[in-house]
C-alpha cells in the first residue's frame, strides 16, 4: 500500500526555538496533505489541511503564525512549529489520500523543555 | 465535530471475534464508512471502508445496516496484536480538501489473553 514517511519521528527543543517535521508521500502525489495534533489518551485534532501551490487552511483556533505549512511539492509538506513553548509539546501526525484511502506518517513526538 | 459514536472501550478475549459498533445515524448517501485504528504512538492505519454493502478484506469485516445509520466492525480472531484504539468515520471519499477526516474520540479495545 501507499507510504507516507515523517521526519523527525522525534525531537526535543528548547523554548523558544522553531522545529520543522517533514511529511512525505514516499509513491504517490499528493495535492492536499493533513496535519493533526494528539495530546495523551485524546483522539486526533485536526490543525490544518495543506495544498500544494496554495496558503494552507487552518481548523479554528490554530494559530497559522505559529504552526507554519508548506507544500511546495506534490509529495512534501512541511509543518514548522515556531517559537516553541512546553505547551507545544505534543504529537503530530501528517495525513495524504490516495483515494480512497487515507495514509498517515507515523507520527512525531515533539517535547519542548 | 466527528459524526459518529463509539463506545469508549471494550474488551475481548485472544482468538474471538471482537465486534466494534459504530453509530452514524447522520451520514449522508454520498458518505463512506471508514475504520481505522491506532496502535500506541502510532500513525493510524487503514482497516476497511464501505458504502452500504458489507465489506470484507484480509484484516476485518465491515457490516453497514441497511438504513446505514450504524456499522459494526467485526475482527475474526483478535490477537494481542489488534489492541489499540479504533476510530469510526464518515466521509466522502476523494482526495480533496473537502475530503479531510475528523476523529471522533475511538474505542480502545483491549484484547485479553
Known sequence: GAVVSQHPSRVICKSGTSVKIECRSLDFQATTMFWYRQFPKQSLMLMATSNEGSKATYEQGVEKDKFLINHASLTLSTLTVTSAHPEDSSFYICSAINS?????????????? | DAKTTQPPSMDCAEGRAANL???????????YVYWYRQIHSQGPQYI??????????EMASL?????????????????????AVYYCIVRVAGGGATNKLIFGTGTLLAVQP
Open chain 2, 21 to 31: 459498533p459504530c453509530n452514524h445515524s447522520t451520514i449522508s448517501g454520498n458518505e
Open chain 2, 63 to 83: 457490516i453497514i445496516t441497511e438504513d446505514r445509520k450504524s456499522s459494526t466492525l467485526i475482527l475474526p480472531h483478535a490477537t494481542l496484536r489488534d489492541t
Open chain 1, 100 to 113: 480512497p484511502e487515507a495514509f498517515f506518517g507515523q507520527g512525531t513526538r515533539l517535547t519542548v523543555v
Open chain 2, 48 to 57: 476497511i471502508h464501505g458504502l452500504k454493502n458489507n465489506e470484507t478484506n
